[in-house]
C-alpha cells in the first residue's frame, strides 16, 4: 500500500513564504500525477495543485500564481512552494496521487496569521 509523509507545515504572518514537502513510498512514483491537497475547518477536502508524471502543472484559482507544485523522482519526493500566503490558506495540507488513493498521510498544518 502506498503511504505519504507530510512535512514542512508551520504557523506563518500572511504574505509569508512556507515549502511543504511529501514523501512517498512505492516503485511507480515517477509514473504517477501527484497532487497537493487541503483541508480547511469544516470544508471538504480540496485539490489545490497537481503535477504529471511529464511535469505539466495545473492549479486551482485560488492559489494560481502563489503556489507552485515541482517533483524530485530519484527522492520519490514532490513539494509545494507557497508564496504571498493569505489567511484563507489556512489548512491541513496533504500530498496523494491524482486521482488519489484511499491512502491519506497525516498531513501537515499550515496556519496563516494576521
Known amino acids: 500500500q502506498v503511504q505519504f509523509v507530510e512535512s514542512g507545515g508551520a504557523l506563518v504572518q500572511a504574505g509569508g513564504s512556507l515549502r511543504l514537502s511529501c514523501a512517498a513510498s512505492g516503485r511507480t512514483f515517477s509514473i504517477r500525477a501527484m497532487g497537493w491537497y487541503r483541508q480547511a475547518p469544516g470544508k471538504q477536502r480540496e485539490l489545490v495543485a497537481h503535477?504529471?508524471?511529464?511535469?505539466?502543472?495545473n492549479y486551482a484559482d485560488s492559489v494560481k500564481g502563489r503556489f507552485t507544485i515541482s517533483r524530485d523522482n530519484a527522492k520519490n519526493t514532490v513539494y509545494l512552494q507557497m508564496d504571498s500566503l493569505k489567511l484563507e490558506d489556512t489548512a491541513v495540507y496533504y500530498c496523494?496521487?491524482?486521482?488519489?488513493?484511499?491512502?491519506w498521510g497525516q498531513g501537515t498544518q499550515v496556519t496563516v496569521s494576521s
Open positions: 496523494n496521487r491524482v486521482p488519489s488513493t484511499t491512502s
Open positions: 503535477i504529471s508524471s511529464a511535469h505539466s502543472t
